[in-house]
């Protein structure tokens, strides 16, 4: 058995070898000299382990047929007359006891050799690997790991893994061995330390080696960095943000009107209300419980103003997203409380098509009010271009077959150009003559985050139809 390259070994050094011979010459001598009854060659084995250690194959080959040799010409310089059985029984023994030495050594040699040559071709890749064993203990470390994380292999080898580089998981780690033991990898995003105190962001990648009983092994572990990735992706989101509060800014500006006339009603109602308190205070017999009531009147009309002046702080105010569980026609609702005046200046009547039950899903309340009134803004807007025909607006809400819910804000306006149908919800694209083009960019972005979809068709007859679906939310019993 021949291999393709000699083990790495230091040119300067010759103690192994002189050692190797020193310890063959001894053997021959005792074997030769002294008259013992057991047998002294398959001592020769050592002489082939010794020599695996700084030569290669074919080497190690000769040093075995040389110590084949050196127990034949023991044998023939040692026997004067007929050979015994017991000497030609040792003589077997120690030619066998080299051969199956030799065999696996050189199966020993060759396969060290091929982990060699692969975890060379491991430090060839730009991607970040090492193996652990299973208990997290660094056992290889390859050299863009000693980049990334700044420890060379040496420093690595040895130390747990999770330790070392301070990993924070995505979820618990016992959580993640288990999907790992149950499908044999696992994939996620994971926060490492590195030697000199950064925090680096990777996309890792587990797999579990296992040996021919399936019993498991070691653990490969891959990593990318990803961490500009993520900047860039956080970076991007905050201007989206930023992006959508101006869009609210702007679209609270044009419900101008709409949302003073929404105001003035509670406080025009409390004004009037405090006037009757007082003529009923100058009367001579004062009546209580009319007084009662009034005051109860004036405390609502008071809360509902307020009501309207926090939402349209919350609508106005530059926030995260907040996802929690909502009703979707709550959420309609409220929008359409601001808008109402809007609807009447404009002549559209609106129409509702809510499900009777609650569809709750699970998103951002803010987010989704901006998209339900920019949808019904561009409707009206629709709605008042078109010459003549029906002035209406509907917007519908279901559940589709599945486990989706349907939103639909449908118009009788001038419809779609099927020119436009491909661009509408492309970035600064705008059929109004003052449009900023946004409008439609931001409603997908923010149904995308939600993990659900936006699309306009045009109507059979007259007008046209913007829907969005959000993934029903159904609350898992702990």
């Known amino acids: 058995m021949t291999s393709k390259s000699p083990p790495t070994v230091n040119p300067s050094s010759f103690l192994l070898p002189a050692t190797t011979i020193a310890i063959a010459i001894a053997i021959f001598v005792v074997d030769t000299i002294a008259s013992l009854e057991i047998a002294v060659s398959p001592f020769y084995a050592a002489v082939v382990l010794l020599a695996v250690r700084f030569l290669d194959g074919r080497n190690v080959l000769l040093v075995a047929i040389g110590c084949v040799v050196l127990s034949l010409l023991s044998f023939w310089l040692t026997q004067e007359d007929e050979p015994s059985a017991i000497a ?7 030619i066998l006891v080299i051969a199956l030495t030799t065999y696996l050594a ?94 680096v962001t990777v996309a890792s990648r587990w797999s579990l080696l296992k040996d021919e009983r399936g019993r498991s092994m070691a653990i490969l572990e891959t990593n990318n960095d990803i961490t500009e990735r993520k900047l860039s992706e956080e970076r991007l989101q905050q201007a989206q943000a930023e992006l959508a509060h ?28 405090g006037d009757a308190c007082l003529r009923l205070l100058d009367r001579d017999r004062l009546d209580k419980r009319e007084l009662r009531e009034i005051l109860q009147r004036m405390i609502g009309d008071s809360k509902r103003a307020s009501e309207i002046i926090n939402r349209l702080r919350a609508l106005y105010k530059k926030t995260n997203p907040q996802m929690a569980p909502l009703d979707i026609n709550g959420v309609i609702t409220e929008v359409l409380s601001l808008m109402r005046h809007d609807l009447m200046s404009k002549g559209v009547s609106l129409r509702l098509e809510m499900a009777r039950s609650p569809l709750s899903i699970l998103g951002d309340r803010i987010q989704l009010q901006q998209v339900l009134m920019n949808l019904a803004l561009n409707g009206m807007d629709a709605v008042a271009s078109a010459e003549d025909g ?55 972005s923010i149904i995308e985050l939600h993990g659900g979809r936006i699309w306009a068709t045009r109507n059979a007859k007259c007008g046209a139809t913007f829907q969005f679906s959000l993934p029903l939310y159904q609350q898992t019993s702990s």
């Open 390 to 444: 029906p002035r209406e607006l509907l917007i519908r809400s279901k559940q589709n077959g599945g486990n989706d819910v349907i939103i639909a804000v449908q118009d009788s306006g001038i419809g779609i150009d099927p020119n436009n149908e491909e661009k509408l919800f492309n970035p600064f694209f705008t059929t109004k003559p003052h449009g900023t083009g946004m409008g439609l960019s931001i409603c997908r």
């Open 246 to 273: 101006f869009n609210r800014a702007t679209t609270l500006g044009e419900l101008a009107a709409s949302i003073a006339h929404e105001i003035n009603q509670p406080l025009a109602a409390t004004v009037t209300n």
């Open 88 to 94: 030609l029984a040792n003589l077997v023994v120690g």
């Open 106 to 199: 050189l199966q020993n040699q060759s396969a060290q050799i091929a982990l060699r040559e692969k975890a060379g071709l491991l430090d060839l890749t730009h991607d970040t690997m090492f193996v652990r064993d299973m208990n997290d203990v660094v056992t290889f470390w390859n050299r863009a790991a000693e980049e990334l994380y700044g420890w060379t292999e040496a420093e690595a080898v040895g130390k747990v893994s999770h330790e070392l580089v301070q990993t924070i998981f995505p979820a618990p780690l016992e959580k993640i061995t288990e999907n790992l033991s149950r499908a044999g990898r696992w994939e996620g995003d994971l926060i490492h330390t590195s030697r000199n105190g950064t925090q």
